[in-house]
Nanobody
Framework: QVQLVESGGGLVQAGGSLRLSCAASGRSLSSNTMAWFRQAPGKEREFVAAINWSGGNPYYADSVKGRFTISRDNAKNTVYLQMNSLKPEDTAVYFC?????????????????WGHGTQVTVSS
């Protein structure tokens, strides 16, 4: 059993920052690539960022590159998403996920473990 729990979401004004956390329990996910996805109302879930087991191979969506930073602390079995210079279009429910299947890390289908999400709302 693996459980992922996101935290750190909330309401912030445009230009502000939030730091999301994803804590894993059940077993260590230190060898799994971890990712963040987000889903805005009426839209499909989209890739945000991913990080491999060592933390040395991050991937970012073009829409967040330069503003968001993904990191992980394997000793704490936790993944983070630092979000700076937030924009209203960043408003979404943010999910963390752990890779379980082979394939493109941009594809949500390669991730087999998901949290329930945390709401991020950015006001103008």
């Amino acid at each position: 059993q693996v459980q992922l729990v996101e935290s750190g979401g909330g309401l912030v004004q445009a230009g502000g920052s939030l730091r999301l956390s994803c804590a894993a329990s059940g077993r260590s996910l230190s060898s799994n690539t971890m990712a963040w996805f987000r889903q805005a109302p009426g839209k499909e879930r989209e890739f945000v960022a991913a990080i491999n087991w060592s933390g040395g191979n991050p991937y970012y969506a073009d829409s967040v590159k330069g503003r968001f930073t993904i990191s992980r602390d394997n000793a704490k079995n936790t993944v983070y998403l630092q979000m700076n210079s937030l924009k209203p279009e960043d408003t979404a429910v943010y999910f963390c996920a752990a890779q379980r299947y082979s394939g493109s890390l941009y594809n949500e289908k390669v991730y087999g473990y998901w949290g329930h999400g945390t709401q991020v709302t950015v006001s103008s």
